[in-house]
């Protein structure tokens, strides 16, 4: 397996996505509160999976610029769930940097302005459910 | 001894592509009681039947084994086939090694294994077979169609014109149902009352169709040919002979706050009420939850100045008693329930609406009187923005999974209308597709486009929000352009799903009709039978079995009264012999078999019996074969063994699972 694809299916895997449910209907894009800042859409995420272009992803303005909010998730009507791939590129981002998961317990003596924002707020929308 | 023989076949490439054909007629000469073993490219052809016959003469054959397709498919067939060559249609068994194996697997010789052990289970299965005579049942020459909307009416007038009898049951005051609230259909633009109405009048004037309104069914038993059926005429609390549909009462009612059904509750009605103008019968009915003579006891009005006496409070609910030969069923749809989706601020805002209440505010008798305006401040909209496929294609629990079909050409319709007759009135569409296979379809869609500017977005919208000045913002998607748009609107139209008439899960189940995880009805055949349900003597009609517009509804309708007409036509059916029978030397009345039945078939009696010389009175199983359907529960749940059923006799089962076991 070629490493580009394996990287693809890491993301699925770790976002639990299957993005060829995806119908292209863009309703991703249009509930983002972020979407002027990014550089790759919501919706293009889910495509450039599919192609199997995740080192552009994992470069992308996007992945710090996605606010984790999860109007996408929550609205997505086919179940895709962009911002559950964005978040999942994140972690694979953060894992090759060799930060690996945090106790709640350990992340107040932790926090220094240098951590970004959305690592927390996506962690804790993602163990909330 | 039977003398056997056994017919595989290739069906083209289907069957003959996984499984080595002629390696399964050879091994089925090795069979118990086979005489003769052959191979062909399609069975069920003209030649392929031919074949059967010939080897039945030639070898005198006593029962037949066909290796094919799925009985459902053509066990019907190589039946008929084999009858006229003088064999009793039911000395036929049908391995099925197409669905049941060579379309399911890949690899050639385990499928060849398993066509194999099919074989032989059918083969073994054959070897105790005996000729079955089907009996006869009466036909009622009646058929009754559950629904008033313009599927079941166009049903009615069909079955009607062709000389039977038609009951129809409509649950509402008068039949119309959806069709009646369209303003105007596509793809012609043609006034919907200007073409139902007319077929409203044609079917209550009609000698041969009888209507009853403000009924329900509530009760279906019996089988085809021979239903007999509870119809509840809910109190109308107006003597329908009485009536001459004046309207005084209705003027006079002072409770005039219910919401008023047939405009969407876009505006109120009376208490005694009449749907809509044309409403047929024009009879009107007393809403008793809101009626103040009903809640007080004191008013009274409408009878004081009803000239006629035709009002009656002590009015109750009647059940009539009726035989069926048919039921269509006619129930049609609703459009889903919105409260889950909070982004399109349906619930927040009056201006935002469904599209059906778009229908009622540009009808000249809607709430608005035709205007074209919001329902908040009734002011003229400038900015009008449609989302497409709201609630429909989804896979989440909130919406369904289906396209509802209609929703891309009425938004067409409305947004062409509101251009046509307000230019200075902007509409935008965001879709995710545009979908219009029907005759003169797309050209209508590219018409709004080109003729009347309507500026169509690709792009799904995420939400609406509504502004402090009374505007909605709705932001969207323009995904061709790698958008996100920003758009004040003074009004949003929801293209909402639609979905089965809810009323149709209680109907489904009295007429045990199957329905699938959305609530259509289920038809017998997706292609080859798509107007009858897999239960005999029940046709579907309308958007009961699947999404469909008016000419699609109005043909389906048609085909279904064919169906129907063809069944009434039969003075007597032929029943089907594989009915259930109890042995009364083992039979100890226990009442099990009379629990699981779900057609009502078995009862007890008391008879004398003599038990190897020992004659005693004992409760026993008796079967009625009318109503039996074969399906096997009682023979299942017997603890005694004294059940069994006919042509898949408890020997004949064990016979197949040894031969599969072998």
């Keep these: 397996m070629s490493e580009k694809k394996k990287q693809a299916e890491l993301i699925e895997e770790i976002s639990g996505v299957n993005p060829l449910k995806c119908m292209k209907c863009g309703k991703c894009s249009a509930t983002c509160p972020s979407y002027n800042e990014m550089d790759i859409k919501p919706h293009q995420f889910v495509s450039y999976v599919i192609n199997e272009d995740v080192e552009s992803l994992v470069n992308s303005e996007s992945l710090w610029k996605c606010l984790s909010c999860f109007a996408c998730v929550e609205r997505c009507p086919r179940d895709v769930k962009p911002g559950k791939l964005i978040d999942a590129a994140r972690q694979m981002v953060v894992r090759q940097r060799g930060q690996a998961y945090l106790s709640p317990d350990e992340i107040p003596e932790l926090l220094d302005p240098e951590l970004p924002q959305q690592l927390l707020v996506s962690a804790f929308r993602r163990y909330r459910r | 001894m039977q003398r056997i023989g056994v017919f595989v076949c290739h069906c083209g490439s289907n069957i003959a592509a996984t499984v080595d054909v002629s390696k399964v007629a050879e091994m089925a000469l090795m069979e118990p009681g086979v005489v003769h073993a052959e191979d062909y490219q399609y069975m069920c052809s003209e030649a392929g039947q031919a074949k059967i016959q010939d080897a039945i003469h030639e070898k005198k054959l006593s029962g037949i084994v066909v290796c094919s397709c799925s009985p459902r498919m053509h066990e019907a067939t190589f039946r008929k086939a084999a009858e006229r060559a003088g064999l009793n249609p039911y000395m036929v068994e049908i391995a099925n090694i197409r669905e049941h194996c060579s379309w399911i697997h890949k690899d050639m010789e385990e499928a060849t294994k398993k066509a194999v052990i099919l074989m032989r289970a059918a083969v073994a299965k054959v070897n105790l077979n005996t000729p079955l005579k089907p009996g006869e049942s009466r036909v009622t020459k009646r058929a009754l169609i559950i629904g008033g909307g313009i599927a079941g009416i166009q049903t009615a007038l069909d079955i009607a014109d062709a000389g039977y009898e038609v009951d129809i049951v409509e649950k509402t005051p008068s039949i119309g149902g959806r069709m009646s609230q369209l303003d105007k259909t596509f793809p012609t633009l043609d006034c919907s009352a200007c073409i139902l109405t007319p077929k409203m009048v044609e079917a209550s004037a009609h000698e041969k169709i009888k209507i009853y309104t403000y009924s329900e069914v509530e009760k279906v038993s019996g089988f085809v040919g021979d239903f007999t059926v509870d119809i509840r005429k809910k109190a109308r609390s107006v003597d329908m002979d009485k009536c001459t549909g004046c309207g005084v009462c209705q003027e006079k009612c002072p409770s005039k706050k219910a919401p008023s059904e047939f405009n969407r509750g876009l505006n109120n009605r009376s208490a005694i009420y009449t749907p809509f103008a044309q409403a047929i019968p024009n009879v009107p009915v007393i809403d008793r939850e809101a009626c103040i003579k009903f809640k007080t006891g004191k008013c009274g009005i409408c009878s004081k100045v009803c000239q006629a006496g035709a009002i009656d409070y002590e009015q109750k609910d009647e059940i009539i008693t009726e035989k069926y030969g048919a039921i269509v069923v006619a129930t049609?749809?609703?459009?889903?329930?919105?409260?889950?989706?909070?982004?399109?601020?349906?619930?927040?805002?009056?201006?935002?609406?469904?599209?059906?209440?778009?229908?009622?505010?540009?009808?000249?008798?809607?709430?608005?009187?035709?205007?074209?305006?919001?329902?908040?401040?009734?002011?003229?909209?400038?900015?009008?923005?449609?989302?497409?496929?709201?609630g429909s294609r989804?896979?989440?629990?909130?919406?369904?999974?289906?396209?509802?079909?209609?929703?891309?050409?009425?938004?067409?319709?409305?947004?062409?209308?509101?251009?046509?007759?307000?230019?200075?009135?902007?509409?935008?569409?965001?879709?995710?597709?545009?979908?219009?296979?029907?005759?003169?379809?797309?050209?209508?869609?590219?018409?709004?486009?080109?003729?009347?500017?309507?500026?169509?977005?690709?792009?799904?919208?995420?939400?609406?929000?509504?502004?402090?000045?009374?505007?909605?913002?709705?932001?969207?998607?323009?995904?061709?352009?790698?958008?996100?748009?920003?758009?004040?609107?003074?009004?949003?139209?929801?293209?909402?799903?639609?979905?089965?008439?809810?009323?149709?899960?209680?109907?489904?189940?009295?007429?045990?009709?199957?329905?699938?995880?959305?609530?259509?009805?289920?038809?017998?055949?997706?292609?080859?039978?798509?107007?009858?349900?897999?239960?005999?003597?029940?046709?579907?009609?309308?958007?009961?079995?699947?999404?469909?517009?008016?000419?699609?509804?109005?043909?389906?309708?048609?085909?279904?009264?064919?169906?129907?007409?063809?069944?009434?036509?039969?003075?007597?059916?032929?029943?089907?012999?594989?009915?259930?029978?109890?042995?009364?030397?083992?039979?100890?009345?226990?009442?099990?078999?009379?629990?699981?039945?779900?057609?009502?078939?078995?009862?007890?009696?008391?008879?004398?019996?003599?038990?190897?010389?020992?004659?005693?009175?004992?409760?026993?199983?008796?079967?009625?074969?009318?109503?039996?359907?074969?399906?096997?529960?009682?023979?299942?749940?017997?603890?005694?063994?004294?059940?069994?059923?006919?042509?898949?006799?408890?020997?004949?089962?064990?016979?197949?699972?040894?031969?599969?076991?072998?």
């Design chain 2, 394 to 662: 989804c896979s989440d629990d909130r919406g369904k999974p289906y396209c509802s079909k209609i929703c891309c050409m009425y938004t067409a319709k409305h947004a062409m209308l509101i251009r046509d007759k307000y230019p200075d009135v902007n509409v935008t569409v965001f879709y995710i597709d545009v979908r219009t296979p029907g005759k003169n379809f797309d050209e209508f869609y590219r018409r709004a486009v080109e003729q009347y500017g309507v500026n169509y977005i690709k792009g799904q919208v995420g939400k609406v929000i509504p502004q402090p000045d009374g505007k909605l913002l709705v932001q969207g998607s323009d995904l061709l352009d790698n958008k996100q748009i920003l758009k004040e609107a003074d009004m949003v139209v929801l293209a909402t799903a639609i979905e089965p008439n809810p009323d149709v899960r209680k109907i489904a189940t009295m007429l045990t009709a199957s329905i699938d995880t959305n609530n259509f009805l289920t038809e017998a055949h997706a292609k080859l039978r798509p107007v009858e349900s897999p239960t005999a003597g029940i046709f579907l009609s309308g958007v009961c079995q699947g999404p469909k517009d008016i000419p699609e509804t109005v043909a389906q309708a048609g085909a279904a009264a064919v169906k129907a007409i063809g069944l009434l036509a039969k003075d007597k059916l032929l029943t089907n012999p594989c009915t259930a029978h109890s042995d009364e030397l083992l039979c100890n009345g226990c009442s099990t078999c009379e629990n699981v039945c779900p057609y009502g078939a078995i009862t007890y009696e008391d008879k004398e019996v003599n038990d190897h010389g020992i004659r005693e009175v004992r409760r026993l199983a008796v079967v009625n074969s009318a109503l039996c359907q074969g399906c096997g529960a009682c023979t299942v749940a017997c603890p005694s063994g004294a059940m069994d059923l006919q042509g898949f006799s408890n020997r004949q089962i064990i016979a197949e699972v040894d031969a599969i076991c072998r």
């Design chain 2, 332 to 390: 049609g749809f609703d459009t889903i329930n919105l409260d889950k989706y909070d982004e399109y601020a349906y619930s927040q805002s009056k201006d935002v609406i469904t599209s059906l209440e778009l229908e009622r505010v540009m009808n000249a008798a809607g709430p608005t009187h035709g205007h074209l305006e919001r329902l908040s401040d009734g002011k003229a909209p400038k900015e009008m923005v449609f989302i497409q496929c709201v």
